[in-house]
């Protein structure tokens, strides 16, 4: 599993018809001394270039998929089927967040 122990376990699909491929899990972990509920989200987002990567992130919920996020992980589409379904491997640490090993 991911370092970052709130990223590890199960995610269901979202039930917003505007974001396809979107998966959440809510969470609480503690934030400044403070218990609070947290979502992370597992999306997957086109980037400038029309590269397409997969992130867990906590999605800002006015801009979601914009420098806005708190990206923990992320994955670089490889090959077309990748871009059905969350990997399973093969990600790697937002150096700005993230903290080693990224999930496996």
Known sequence: ????????????LSSDKGSPNQYVRT???????????KTITLFQCTMRSQQKWWFL??????QPGTDRDIDYYKY????????LRPPAAGWTTCRSNGADPPPT
């Open 57 to 62: 992130s906590e999605a800002d919920p006015e």
């Open 1 to 12: 599993g991911a370092e970052i122990d709130f990223i590890n376990g199960e995610y269901r």
């Open 76 to 83: 670089k589409n490889k090959l077309p089927f990748d871009r």
């Open 27 to 37: 969470v609480e972990a503690i934030d400044e001394g403070s218990v609070a509920a």
